[in-house]
């Protein structure tokens, strides 16, 4: 039917209705139901074989014994060659259109060349639009019998850490369809890879760039990047060479080589104005020859095409007025102009472009997209325009574009055009005849669709990209995927669809060795399939769990192997020096343990030490040395143990001085305290008996005692001798009862209360005067007459004897 009438001729309605062959192919309708188990691979990842089941979510198991581990065969000069031309963007329906031609850059050829057969790695930096991937392509025609696993073109758009590019590389080079090698695995084997890689569109630079040269010290690269990418360190040691603008002779051959004629004065004049405001990029140029090629189709240049009325067939009117040159501003910025001047089919492609954040879906998909049948000659009309780029095996718009068709209100549509794309990749990526393969090659656009989508669309997206991705082995674009669908199936409540992209994110994780991310993606995922009463998948987290422990305790506990050297022989177990030997080797536990007899320490000494298997000229003779091997994470390594004498016994902690002497002044001011009180009771006193049985009563008078918080008392006077019986009741308040101390027992303790002196004895204002070294009778104190007890709290503040109490 033709699409620009509308309906279809009535006549040929009966005539394809009834054919039989239309429901034939109902055939494929399993696949329908199918694809989800038409889509079970099986993968070598590493120490695990892993299951891609998109129906009940990956299962993972240890890989079992012989199966893998070995490095897969090489692949031949033409399974490359076929490899290199699946690496390019795919041919474009209808006519091919003649290529740019690589103008002013012979020098940089040649010397890109050399350097690279020298085995030199080179930076080639230039501006976007300055035909680095046009001299990329030359080069490597020029460079693919230079080493021994020929060119390998990769694409660096979109990377940011070199393990991704690693294993692109791998699977360049080496026949290995259903394996994704381990990260010790991969260095291993790309390290033995020689061929110069060409990789376009750089984007990391410094500590990433320097380990993706470290891997492959085989290897020689041409890395085309842009000025604004991160440069590389100094230790990478890369040639840097720098594209610049063309010349004005250069831009006006390349107008004309676009164009197909010569040009005229005014257009020449045009060209270098245009130059000037450009700096000479070659694709400025190649937009302006498309703008030139327009202009000369709406003036009708042609002198047939001036008799001929517009087709009713045409998209649109031809325009009979004249078409100038176009100004210096359009010819700088021509993205608007030249869109406005393509086919509608063209036009909407670009709108599905800017809705995509720049990337173009492959031509197969634009029909169903636009809805037109012929929506595919689309790429190849943009393309001739300059307003795409190739990128790897896809194209995108080129720079600059994106910005000014949003300008223009290309991207008015973009959620419209995201949703529509997102619900044709749900649907296509799905289908059991579509291969993992080609849904990697559109693994931009469907991220692109993922992200311009509702949750809805979003969901169904990445519930059907995911395990295409994990088939594919494209694994940096899966775990992409799978967080984009969490995210998604969080927001719109998809409870089952949270718990499969959890779960499918702690399998990648555990395949990756990131056990700590494992553990908390399986967690969450059991937890939501145990929330949905889903055994069969939480039964399957389990088990990756267990494994994420299993890996845990055994990083933990292994470490590396050692071996025993062979015993000495038994002539030299007797060997003088042999227990020395062992001595030296433990000289702690030497010196503490007991005494062995001879003939033990001899059959120790025959055991030689433990040496790891790490490569070493001599054996360690000590275990500084032996643990130095096993853990070399050491900062630095031990020096030699002596023997150690045995320990000395621990010495008690030396108290501070001053304490010490603080205790030595207290210890002083006692003993004379108890000296002078001993010499004041040593004074003979006739009436006091020998065996202080009677009552403690003296005639001379004695000096006075103090009492603590009482002037003229001291706070060392000694406690009353339990022998000696108290004084009598009815003279509490006398001096000799009260104060007078007995030289047989040891310094009371001071009393807390205060104690008043009696009525008829005032303190001295100047204070207590120490006793005299010789008191003499002839110096009384106080009166020795009894006097009245008075009601004073002096009696209660005087301790009576145990004997008084009694």
């Known amino acids: 039917m033709d699409r620009t009438q509308g309906q279809p001729e009535p006549v ?52 079992r014994p012989g199966t893998g581990g070995s490095a897969p065969a090489k692949r031949d000069a033409a399974d490359r060659a076929a490899r290199d031309a699946a690496s390019r963007p795919p041919l474009l329906p209808g006519p091919a259109a003649p290529a740019p031609p690589l103008l002013a850059r012979e020098e940089e050829r040649e010397r890109l060349v050399r350097l690279l057969g020298r085995g030199r790695s080179v930076r080639l930096t230039g501006p976007a639009g300055s035909g680095r991937s046009a001299l990329l392509d030359a080069v490597a025609a020029d460079c693919g019998r230079l080493a021994p696993d020929g060119v390998v073109r990769l694409s660096g758009y979109g990377h940011q850490q070199p393990g991704e590019l690693l294993q692109a590389l791998y699977a360049a080079v080496y026949e290995a369809s259903q394996e994704r090698p381990e990260r010790t695995q991969l260095l291993a084997r790309v390290r033995d890879i020689g061929a110069i890689v060409l990789l376009d569109d750089l984007e990391m630079g410094g500590a990433p760039l320097d380990e993706l040269l470290r891997a492959t010290p085989e290897c020689a690269y041409l890395l085309a990047a842009t000025p604004d990418t991160r440069a590389p360190s100094d230790d990478s040691h890369l040639e840097e060479v720098f594209l610049g603008g063309l010349g004005r ?32 990029l070659p694709l400025r140029f190649v937009q302006a020859a498309a703008l030139l ?51 509608e089919s063209a036009r909407a492609a670009l709108r599905i472009a800017c809705a995509l954040g720049g990337e173009l879906p492959h031509h197969a998909h634009l029909p169903a997209l636009v809805g037109d049948t012929h929506a595919d000659a689309a790429v190849a009309e943009l393309l001739g325009c300059g307003l795409l780029t190739p990128v790897g095996t896809r194209y995108r718009l080129a720079a600059g574009v994106a910005r000014q068709l949003e300008e223009a209100g290309y991207a008015d549509t973009a959620a419209e055009e995201a949703r529509t794309a997102a619900r044709h990749y749900a649907w296509w990526t799905g289908h059991a005849s579509v291969t993992p393969e080609r849904v990697a090659a559109e693994a931009d656009a469907v991220l692109a ?18 395990p295409a991705l994990a088939a594919s082995r494209h694994w940096e674009a899966w775990e992409r995927v799978l967080r984009s669908g969490a995210e998604a199936a969080r927001k719109a409540g998809e409870v089952a669809e949270q718990a499969y992209f959890h779960h499918e994110l702690g399998v990648l994780a555990l395949c990756e060795g990131r056990l700590d991310r494992a553990r908390a993606e399986l967690e969450a995922s059991i937890g939501l399939k145990g929330a949905l ?32 050297e062979a015993p000495a022989p038994a002539g030299a177990t007797g060997a ?11 000289p702690v536990a030497a010196s503490t343990a007991p ?70 002044a207290l210890t002083v001011v006692a003993l004379g305290t108890v000296m002078a009180l001993a010499m004041t009771g040593s004074d003979g006193d006739p009436q006091t008996p020998a065996g202080g049985d009677g009552p403690a009563v003296s005639s001379t008078p004695k000096p006075r005692a103090t009492v603590p918080g009482v002037a003229g008392t001291s706070g060392n006077d000694p406690a009353p001798n339990p022998g000696t019986p108290a004084p009598e009741a009815s003279d509490p308040g006398s001096p000799e009862s009260a104060l007078t101390p007995d030289p047989n027992q040891p310094p009371r303790p001071p009393s807390r209360k205060p104690v ?45 004897s145990p004997s008084a109490t009694a």
């Open 12 to 63: 040929e309605q009966p005539a394809t209705a009834p054919v039989p062959p239309v429901t034939a192919p109902a055939a494929p309708a399993p696949a329908a139901t199918g694809p989800a188990v038409a889509r079970v691979v099986t993968l070598t990842a590493g120490d695990f074989t892993l299951t891609v089941n998109p129906v009940d979510g990956s299962e993972i198991e240890p890989r």
């Open 249 to 280: 002779a250069d831009c006006v051959q390349l107008l004309e080589a676009g164009i197909g004629r010569a040009l005229t004065e005014e257009e020449t004049a045009w060209a270098g104005d245009l130059r000037f405001a450009s700096e000479g």
């Open 293 to 343: 090629r327009q202009r000369d189709e709406r003036n009708l240049s042609s002198a047939g095409d001036e008799d001929e009325e517009p087709g009713v067939f045409e998209e649109r009117p031809r325009d009979a007025a004249f078409v100038a040159l176009p100004t210096l501003a359009e010819g700088a910025a021509p993205a608007e102009l030249l869109a406005s001047r393509v086919s």
């Open 449 to 466: 669709a993922l992200a311009g989508a509702d949750v809805v669309a979003a969901v169904l997206l990445a519930r059907t990209a995911a």
């Open 533 to 564: 009463a889903d055994k069969r998948g939480t039964v399957a987290g389990r088990r990756a769990l267990a494994l994420v422990a299993d890996r845990e305790k055994a990083g933990v506990e292994v470490s590396p192997p050692l071996r025993l």
């Open 576 to 586: 003088p020096g042999a227990a020395e030997a062992v001595t030296a080797a433990l």
């Open 595 to 664: 005494q062995v007899p001879a003939a033990a320490a001899a059959a120790v000494a025959a055991v030689a030490p433990v040496v790891p298997v790490i490569g070493r000229s001599e054996a360690p003779t000590t275990l500084t040395e032996v643990f130095e091997e096993a853990f070399p994470l050491t900062p630095k390594p031990a020096p030699m143990m002596a023997p150690v004498p045995a320990p000395a016994p621990r010495k008690q902690p030396r108290r501070k001085p001053v304490l010490l002497a603080a205790a030595g």
């Open 756 to 800: 008043s002196p009696p009525p008829s004895q005032k303190p001295s204002p100047t204070g207590p005067k120490p006793p005299s070294p010789d008191p003499s009778p002839s110096t009384p104190t106080a009166d020795p007459t009894p006097t009245a007890p008075t009601a004073t709290p002096t009696a209660t503040a005087t301790p009576a």
